[in-house]
């Protein structure tokens, strides 16, 4: 299974929704979907797309927040998974595309590679209660719907294979994007009375 395909997948559920992601192949496969101003693509701040998802589901009660991380990204900051399982925000699903490599930066091997490390049963250890692991785009489309309807965080640990977008390039740089989604987040709290 790849990453691309699993976006495509639920690209149709996520479009209107507040999405967090990592830097580079993960960011750059979403985007290539279409951008969308609700869409943060969290640059070189690895294993720290969690936070921002934790912050964001944590003051907005009545959004969904989805975010989208990678092995490496969370496995350079594990600790984040414990704050996740502390404050448990009912309004977060975290998926974690486990490929095995730093693809982004060229595609070294991570520590789940050797298939020693599990970050699943990391995230069970951490406290987490819902964390699902899939291999398959069948589960991991089983494992988005159950995780999207469930009123409690939930964490989606998909294996993926390591290959991402042929191209790189958006139109925007961090900071544009920020404020933009900041805008869009005020634009929709003001639409909905919250
Ligand atoms: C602290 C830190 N070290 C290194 C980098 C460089 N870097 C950017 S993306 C990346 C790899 C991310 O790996 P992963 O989260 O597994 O996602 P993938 O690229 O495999 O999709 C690295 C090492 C960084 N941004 N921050």
């Given at each position: 299974m790849e990453r691309a395909q699993c976006l495509e997948l639920i690209y149709p559920e996520i479009e209107d929704k507040l999405v967090v992601t990592i830097m580079g192949a993960c960011a750059q496969e979403l985007y290539d979907l279409g951008h969308k101003e609700n869409f943060f693509y969290l640059?070189?701040?690895?294993?720290?797309a969690s936070s921002i998802g934790l912050g964001l589901a944590t003051h907005l009660p009545d959004e969904k927040i989805f975010v989208l991380d990678g092995d490496g990204s969370v496995l350079m900051n594990l600790g984040t998974l414990t704050t996740l399982a502390r404050y448990r925000p009912k309004n977060l699903v975290h998926i974690i595309f486990d490929n095995?490599?730093?693809?982004?930066?060229?595609?070294f091997d991570s520590h789940t590679t050797s298939g020693i490390t599990d970050l699943a049963a990391i995230a069970r250890g951490a406290g987490i209660e819902h964390v699902v692991s899939v291999d398959g785009p069948m589960e991991f489309g089983e494992a988005f719907v159950e995780a999207s309807e469930r009123e409690d965080l939930s964490v989606i640990v998909a294996h993926v294979e390591a290959v991402g977008p042929d191209n790189y390039g958006m139109d925007f740089a961090l900071p544009e994007n920020a404020f933009r989604f900041k805008r869009c987040i005020a634009e929709r709290r003001a639409a909905s009375g919250s």
């Open positions: 640059q070189h701040a690895m294993g720290l095995g490599s730093l693809l982004s930066t060229g595609g």
